[in-house]
């Protein structure tokens, strides 16, 4: 570098125009800041809280970046995309099987599937309860249950049923493990064929009886063919 004193400098124009965010990005980041909140309390079923924090942060910057500020920059579109991600992260962890389960027997375990949309490892309670007094749960509360980042895990419910048949389900509750937040709620249905199992059981008990018989006629039988032929002739 150089010092140059700054009567020597070579003299320029230079001219200000007036600039501004539009009226429409200004709502969109303001939509975007508000919705924040939202996504960072779901840091609560984290194994480290503090990484959502930082990874959401750094998005919401990323979005008020002036690179966007042109108008061909096409901000609509990079806010809805801002904003469809938002809704992915805020899903956190959720049951993902609803579809009806048969419950052939008096016992069973129902599976409970959990989908984790975040992109870190999560830890959470599931608390089950019986939708009507025709099921029982013999363990109701599951803690520490880990789902990893963008990943899957499944809990077995032990389930007994009071009736023979009808229709009921099981309340499926998950929280953190301070049980504060509530991340999801819902009631798988199933549908109780108890008396299915009982003919089963019948059916094979006669089936049994049917082949045991079966085997002691043909050994008998047997018996008195071998007896004829090896009796002496008088």
């Not at 194994?47 to 930082?54: A, C, F, I, M």
């Not at 309340?171 to 049980?179: I, K, P």
């Amino acid at each position: 570098m150089t010092p140059t004193p700054h009567t020597e400098q070579t003299q320029g124009t230079a001219s200000l125009k007036a600039s501004g965010t539009s009226e429409d990005r200004q709502e969109l980041l303001r939509a975007a800041v508000n919705r924040e909140p939202s996504v960072d309390e779901l840091s609560a079923i984290l194994v480290t809280p503090e990484y959502l924090t930082g990874y959401q942060r750094t998005r919401l910057l990323d979005l008020f970046a002036t690179r966007y500020s042109e108008n061909d920059a096409d901000f609509e579109k990079v806010a809805r995309d801002y904003r469809k991600r938002d809704a992915e992260l805020m899903q956190g962890v959720r049951i993902i099987n609803t579809q009806n389960t048969q419950l052939v027997g008096t016992s069973t375990r129902v599976p409970v599937q959990l989908r984790n949309s975040l992109p870190f490892d999560a830890k959470v309670s599931v608390g089950v309860v019986p939708a009507s007094a025709a099921l029982s749960v013999t363990e109701s509360h599951f803690s520490d249950v880990a789902v990893a980042a963008e990943g899957t895990s499944r809990i077995l419910v032990p389930v007994r049923s009071r009736v023979s048949s009808g229709e009921s389900g099981l309340v499926v509750n998950v929280t953190d493990n301070s049980g504060d937040l509530t991340v999801d709620t819902r009631t798988l249905p199933i549908s109780i064929s108890s008396v299915v199992e009982t003919i089963a059981l019948w059916v094979l008990g006669v089936l049994a009886a049917l082949l045991l018989g079966f085997g002691i006629w043909r050994s008998v039988r047997r018996r008195r063919t071998t007896a004829k032929v090896t009796a002496p002739r008088e």
